[in-house]
């Protein structure tokens, strides 16, 4: 922003530190706070010129004062003039909101992990460690995070003003928003998608902790197994080990390392193998049939939950080698006290 | 000089003997009827009605925003509440107010026609209209639908049992109600303009209501198979709509957007034909720029088409497609803007007076502006995420919906209810409402801004404390503005038996419309009019009326 440093600070601090103002809690914020003000100033500048024109005209040529109308036909210029300076101050907003969008929505390459499931009407949120929390999250300062979300029934939708970020969360794909918490507090969390019935007691508080405090809030509220742990363990339980042992003789690939990779697909087509990707081939297999392979694998529609779902993912993400498999393979033998995931069909009510 | 005729004596005037009311009597006579004029007349008793059971519903819901705990009704109860009014205020009031009354009314008579191209079918528009009411009504009845008025699936197909199919059949029908208007508005526009009235010399009213109608008979149609799958998907489970069947409920938004963004056009541009007719008249000018305001009708109608994902800018659609859809959200503002300034510089130079519908433009052009430029606000991509799905996006079409088309139709009625009725309202406390009206609606509306930059989600019976403020502000603006609505209800009924006689001409305006007797005869025109002169020519009016008083003289 050009306008005077000063006039800005004080606009800024002035405003943003009123009741009529939301927190500044994330690096975003102060960006979208700057194109917020510019639309306003747009937008009132905007109402006093028509305003004034208006009040001007109807004092000036009122019937006592201008008892004779001057037909006048139009005029090309000024119809020129004012389409053509709004139809600017259009395009540099588009430019500016959409800068912002792309700022809103493109995750840093190194963010962490949290992942959230939606259901009418709590919010679960996962940390990779394994911490679970229903209408709560708990991120550090200074670390972007980024959220993987999924609805298990209607359409919600993420939302936290104080960092100037939502996003929908669907049923039947992931979707993703980040932020960079900079302000330690809490602050609202709210489903903003109507949700049915209690839509709005799907609320939820964002706990914002120093490095060093929120550190030692993931050690106090580990439950002891890590979502890939969980992972393993349902992958051993619902058989897919089975088939993916990674050896040779298996009749399915080898997920070693497929996470993020390109997969060459029987029709022809070429995948890459991302959350969503992986999730929809536990689904409907038999839609993305690798090349090579028989379309075999059955269908884990309705067995597995959301958040079973994403502890298989988080689990094929961290395969590296097929050591971890082999692994599997030899503790599931002796080890089938593994966890029943609840059935994503029924509701669950907590 | 312009205008020499004053107001008819009123002691010695009365109503002509013969007119389209007193043609024919018998209740009977009003439900067969084929004449467009009172088919308008249904349609407006009918609308009327509807607004006011949608504003039941819209004091309930401020009602219980009144404290921040959910504490007036149950939260099942509120969902119903702000569904049904978004139900009928949409369905049952907007879509059909300005074209189906006003339209209906002087739409044949402003061409020079004896009436609509189908006058049955125009009957059968009213039934179908009603008919969709009644399933509204018997929803209600049955204990209401919670779905909100946008259906999001899967919510409206797998999570609610309410009556979400009876509401569906009121829309689907209602839908065939405003595609058989659409149709004859443009058959008729084409087909049975008067002698010499070419497409240039068509008052704006026609030109914005012949825009509105190519947007119903297009877009409708997707509504009424989005409707029909929602059906389908609720009833057999076919599964368009469900991931777990391999469908896909993101194509319901797509499906109900390509509908409901135009349809927002539908409701505002009649509105801005009507703002352009009272203009016009009370500068005693021809609007300025006729032909760059008719034209931003038909772009807004074409390009409204192309702008339908912007309402699903954070749902997951590819950072690309977002793209191209706000910059085209961009470029249809433009013609709105384009508009607000031909309305202003039309009273350049003019000679301007301050009646009623007068007021009610002033009001138009000032909550339209900020209804249009918060508009630009969601446009714009990186601050829609902060704003959608917030109280800031009820504001914004809350003015433009109620600030621009609620205060154009309002306009319109006073304008042209010494035509319809014969006689005037009175001008004082119809000013008085006016500017209530206007108090009201920024006090109830403004507040909602600021409230969602805030963070607060609308469609919410309870919400955190520190909005409380702001939320007590609106719900005293609602009563304000409640007050302001119920007042013309009970002038202008008073004014059907107490109101001055009118004549034809009270504003000595030049649409054809106001050179028959008011109220009209049941054939329009005792014989075709030839028109010689544009619209708003109110250099040929003087002369006519020069004339008409020397004759009498
Ligand atoms: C003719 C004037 C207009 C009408 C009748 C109108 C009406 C509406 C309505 C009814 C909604 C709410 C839909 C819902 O329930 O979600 C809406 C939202 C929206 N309007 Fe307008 N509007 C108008 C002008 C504008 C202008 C000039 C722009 C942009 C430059 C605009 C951009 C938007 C956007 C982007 C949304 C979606 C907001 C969101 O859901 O996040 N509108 N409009
Ligand atoms: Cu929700």
Redesign the interface.
């Known amino acids: 922003m050009q306008i005077s440093p000063v006039l800005w600070q004080f606009l800024t601090k002035w405003l943003t530190s009123s009741a009529l103002w939301p927190d500044q809690a994330s690096t975003i914020a102060p960006w979208a706070d700057a194109l917020y003000i510019f639309l306003w100033l747009m937008t009132v500048v905007g109402v006093i010129l028509v305003g004034a024109l208006v009040l001007f005209f109807a004092i000036r040529y009122r019937k006592e004062r201008h008892p004779e109308a001057v037909q006048i036909e139009g005029s090309t210029l000024l119809e020129a003039t004012w389409t053509i300076i709004p139809l600017g101050i259009f395009l540099f907003v588009f430019v500016w909101g959409a800068w912002l969008y792309f700022r809103i929505y493109n995750p840093p390459a190194d963010a962490m992990q949290v992942y959230v499931v939606g259901k009418q009407w709590m919010w679960k949120a996962e940390h990779p460690g394994g911490q679970h929390e229903i209408n709560a999250l708990h991120v550090p300062t200074g670390r972007p995070v980024q959220l993987t979300m999924i609805s298990q029934d209607v359409f919600h939708s993420y939302s936290i003003p104080a960092f100037r970020v939502k996003r929908e969360v669907i049923p039947g794909r992931y979707t993703t928003v980040w932020f960079n918490a900079t302000k330690p507090g809490t602050y609202h969390l709210f489903c903003t998608q109507y949700c049915g019935t209690l839509h709005s007691g799907m609320i939820g508080e964002i706990t914002v902790m120093d490095p060093a405090d929120y550190q030692k809030w993931t050690e106090e509220s580990t439950s002891g197994m890590s979502l890939a742990q969980n992972g393993e363990r349902l992958f051993a339980s619902l058989g897919c080990i089975s088939c993916h042992s990674g050896n040779a003789t298996a009749s399915g690939p080898s997920l070693a390392g497929v996470y993020g990779s390109k997969i060459k697909m029987d029709d022809g087509t070429e995948q890459v193998a991302t959350d969503g990707f992986l999730r929809d081939v536990i689904l409907n297999p038999s839609q993305h049939v690798p090349y090579g392979y028989k379309p075999i694998m059955p269908t884990y529609q309705g067995q597995i939950s959301e958040e079973g779902l994403i502890d298989l993912v988080e689990y094929i993400k961290g395969l590296k080698t097929n050591y971890r498999v082999q692994q599997t393979l030899d503790t599931s033998k002796s080890d089938d006290a593994a966890p029943i995931t609840p059935v994503a069909s029924q509701k669950v009510t907590q | 000089?312009?205008t020499i005729v004053s107001l008819p004596d009123q002691s010695t005037a009365t109503l002509p003997k013969k007119n389209y009311i007193n043609a024919e009597h018998g209740l009977l006579s009003w439900l067969l009827t084929a004449d467009h004029k009172r088919i308008a007349l249904l349609y407006m008793f009918s609308i009327t009605f509807f607004f006011f059971i949608g504003g039941f519903f819209a004091g309930m819901v401020r009602l219980e925003l009144l404290t921040p705990a959910?504490d007036l009704m149950a939260?099942?109860t509120y969902?119903k509440m702000f569904t049904m009014h978004g139900i009928v205020m949409i369905f049952l009031f907007l879509v059909p107010s300005v074209p189906a009354t006003l339209g209906n009314f002087f739409l044949p008579i402003m061409i020079g026609a004896k009436d609509l191209a189908f006058p049955k079918i125009n009957l059968l528009s009213w039934y179908l209209y009603m008919a969709a009411g009644i399933f509204v009504i018997t929803t209600l009845v049955l204990g209401g639908v919670?779905t909100?008025w946008?259906f999001?699936t899967?919510?409206s197909t797998?999570?609610?049992n309410t009556h979400v199919a009876t509401t569906a059949t009121g829309i689907f029908i209602a839908g065939f109600s405003s595609i058989f208007t659409g149709l004859n508005f443009i058959v008729t526009v084409h087909r049975m303009r008067a002698p010499g009235m070419t497409w240039f010399r068509l008052p704006l009213f026609v030109w914005s209501n012949y825009a509105a109608s190519v947007l119903m008979v297009l877009g409708t149609p997707v509504l009424a198979i989005a409707i029909v799958l929602v059906a389908l998907e609720r009833t057999i489970g076919i599964g368009v709509f469900d991931?777990?069947k391999?469908g896909?409920?993101?194509l319901f938004q797509h499906l109900f957007w390509f509908y409901s963004h135009p349809a927002v056009y539908i409701m505002i541009l009649p509105g801005f034909g009507v703002i352009s007719e009272v203009v016009s008249t009370f500068?005693?000018?021809?609007v300025?720029?006729?032909?760059?305001v008719a034209f931003s009708s038909v772009a807004i109608a074409v390009f409204g088409f192309f702008v339908w994902a912007h309402h699903m800018?954070?749902?997951?659609v590819s950072?690309y497609s977002?793209?191209v859809f706000?910059?085209l959200t961009?470029?249809v503002?433009?013609p709105s803007?384009?508009k607000?300034?031909?309305w202003?510089?039309t009273?350049?130079?003019?000679?301007?007076?301050?009646e009623t519908p007068m007021l009610y433009v002033?009001g138009f052009?000032?909550l339209f502006?900020?209804g249009g430029?918060?508009g630009?606000?969601l446009?714009?991509?990186?601050?829609?995420?902060?704003l959608?799905?917030?109280y800031f996006v009820v504001a914004h079409f809350h003015f433009v919906m109620v600030g621009g088309m609620l205060m154009a139709f309002l306009a319109g009625i006073h304008f042209w209810w010494p035509k319809m009725t014969g006689r005037m309202y009175p001008e004082g406390v119809s000013k008085f409402a006016a500017v209530v009206t206007f108090i009201g609606f920024i006090l109830t509306f403004f507040p909602q801004f600021?409230v969602g930059?805030?963070?607060m989600?609308?469609?919410?019976?309870?919400?955190?404390a520190?909005y409380q403020?702001l939320n007590v502000l609106s719900t005293a603006g609602a009563t304000v503005l409640g007050v302001g609505y119920m007042l013309p209800l009970f002038y202008l009924a008073w004014s059907l038996k107490y109101g001055a006689i009118a004549g034809a001409n009270p504003w000595q305006a030049t649409g054809l419309e106001w050179q028959i007797q008011s109220p009209p005869l049941t054939e329009n025109f005792i014989e075709t009019p030839i028109v010689t002169q544009e619209a708003y020519d109110?250099?040929w009016l003087a002369k006519k009326q020069e004339r008409e008083l020397q004759h009498v003289g």
């Open positions: 000089m312009s959910g939260a099942d969902n919670d909100g946008t999001t899967p919510l797998h999570y609610l991931p777990t391999g896909d409920p993101l500068t005693r000018k021809r300025f720029g006729y032909t760059a800018f954070i749902m997951g950072n977002a793209l706000s910059l961009m470029l503002a433009v803007a384009i607000i300034f031909n202003a510089f009273m350049q130079k003019g000679s301007i007076t301050f002033f052009i000032g502006t900020i430029l918060t630009v606000f446009g714009s991509l990186g601050m829609d995420v902060m959608t799905e917030t600021v930059y805030l963070g989600p609308r469609r919410y019976a309870a919400y955190p520190e403020v109110y250099e």
